[in-house]
Structures are given as C-alpha cells and as structure tokens.
T-cell receptor, first 113, second 109 residues
Framework: DTEVTQTPKHLVMGMTNKKSLKCEQHMGHRAMYWYKQKAKKPPELMFVYSYEKLSINESVPSRFSPECPNSSLLNLHLHALQPEDSALYLC????????????FGQGTRLTVV | EDQVTQSPEALRLQEGESSSLNCSYTVSGLRGLFWYRQDPGKGPEFLFTLYSAGEEKEKERLKATLTKKESFLHITAPKPEDSATYLCAGRTGANNLFFGTGTRLTVIP
C-alpha cells in the first residue's frame, strides 16, 4: 500500500479565514513533505519533516504553518492567504530523506477569494 | 546551481508510435533520479528510481535509463491512456526532491 491521503480535496477560503490541510500515511514513512503546484508548473517544495522535526523550510511565508503531530500525520495551517496562494497543495511521504522515492497524495485544490 | 531540465515540453504521438522523453540534470551529489506520471488535477504517481549510470528500469510500456548527465524515459507502442505529464525529479545532497518542468504527452488514437 503506497497511499497518502489528503483532506479536503477542494477548499475555498477568504483572505481572512483560517483553515488547515491534512495529510495521513500509514506506510511507516519517517519523512513527510508539503509541495505547492501552480497550473502547468512542476511541484515546488515548501517543507520537509524528518522524524517529526522540521528539517527544510524553503523560505515559505509565515501565513503557511506546518505541523507534524505524529509520524503518520502532517498538517498545513493557513491564515491570511492571498489570491496568488491558490494552487494544488500536495503532500508526500518517503521512507527517509536519503535516496528514497516519495509517494504523493492526490492533493488539495485551494482557491483563495 | 542544481537543475533538472526536461525536453520536449510537449509531445504528440500517434498510438503505437514509440518515442523518448529526456531529462538532463546538473546536480551536485545526486542521490537518485526519479520519474513520475501526473494526470491533470492529481498528485504525481511514482514510476521509477534510478541511482547510478547504466541503470535501467522497466514497467509495461515504459523504460527508464540513466547516464552521468541525463535520463531517458522510453515509451514503446504508447496507448491513449499513457497521455499525461511525465515529471523527472532529482534528490540532492541537501535531501531536497526537486522537479523538472515536465513533458506533456498526448497519445492520439
């Protein structure tokens, strides 16, 4: 089973709202990732967690706040977003952060109005 | 600067017409070259991992190869259901997994 589950599938939020994206995997993977993908562009790395600790933050604005409550769960808290933050947000996991492939969820389509 | 470049940007093939997609990389301390398939509005689906020059992997109509500077994804006798964007990604010494811009493949019946 190589399933990464993301909820919700679609989200529309106003610029003053607070919302959260959720990601779950039960493959025993110890690295989890958030990516952002705009239309017709490749995924861009936002954050990497390794063993539940933040190991990479690609200079992401503070209106995006990641959280890793345990080894199976990854959240992305959203606050005061801008319309240009509208994108497909992808979660991925891998066995480790060295040499291993990452498996992706189906993404959350976020629209900021 | 670490970089992954894919070509062509878009490719249209007749059903059964074999071809190759290219992924060129300049990555210091490459820790794996990965191929993914992505359908519109979906997450990337893992296809292959390649670690060293000369390595080859196959899956159905797809075959991935790796040299010291590039990787190829060969598609043999493609079918319309192979239409998708194919992404190449490299993992660097900093353990970042970063992607090329992809090749949009359309297979015409």
């Amino acid at each position: 089973d190589t399933e990464v589950t993301q909820t919700p599938k679609h989200l529309v939020m106003g610029m003053t709202n607070k919302k959260s994206l959720k990601c779950e995997q039960h493959m025993g993977h110890r690295a989890m990732y958030w990516y952002k993908q705009k239309a017709k562009k490749p995924p861009e790395l936002m954050f990497v967690y390794s063993y539940e600790k933040l190991s990479i933050n690609e200079s992401v604005p503070s209106r995006f706040s990641p959280e890793c409550p345990n080894s199976s769960l990854l959240n992305l808290h959203l606050h005061a977003l801008q319309p240009e933050d509208s994108a497909l947000y992808l979660c991925a996991s891998s066995q480790g952060i060295l040499n291993t492939e990452a498996f992706f969820g189906q993404g959350t389509r976020l629209t900021v109005v | 600067e670490d970089q992954v470049t894919q070509s062509p940007e878009a490719l249209r093939l007749q059903e059964g017409e074999s071809s190759s997609l290219n992924c060129s990389y300049t990555v210091s301390g490459l820790r794996g070259l990965f191929w993914y398939r992505q359908d519109p509005g979906k997450g990337p689906e893992f296809l292959f991992t390649l670690y060293s020059a000369g390595e080859e992997k196959e899956k159905e109509r797809l075959k991935a190869t790796l040299t010291k500077k590039e990787s190829f994804l060969h598609i043999t006798a493609p079918k319309p259901e192979d239409s998708a964007t194919y992404l190449c990604a490299g993992r660097t010494g900093a353990n970042n997994l970063f992607f090329g811009t992809g090749t949009r493949l359309t297979v015409i019946p």
